[in-house]
């Protein structure tokens, strides 16, 4: 199993790409990165049949958004 891919596929970036568009239309969808502390403006959303975790950065009074990270969980082992 490799840990660590050196590039993600071409699904892979299409699928992140529609959750980026998503965010960008309603960026609440995902769930707050700390519970306790649930309007501080990070958040974790899952996307491509949860083998993708979005962490990104929601500044509302600015009408923004930031993706902060994008990780990718590859299951498959013939690579």
Do not use: K
Not at 11 to 20: F, I, V
Not at 24 to 31: D, F, K, N, Q
Not at 58 to 78: E, F, N, P
């Amino acid at each position: 199993m490799r840990m660590c891919a050196p590039r993600p596929s071409h699904s892979q970036l299409t699928e992140s790409q529609q959750w980026c568009e998503v965010l960008s239309l309603v960026p609440e969808r995902g769930r707050p990165l700390n519970a306790e502390n649930p309007t501080g403006g990070i958040y974790q959303a899952t996307f491509g049949n949860g083998r993708g975790l979005i962490t990104y950065l929601l500044l509302a009074d600015q009408d923004r958004v930031d993706v902060l990270q994008v990780t990718w969980i590859d299951l498959d082992d013939s690579r």
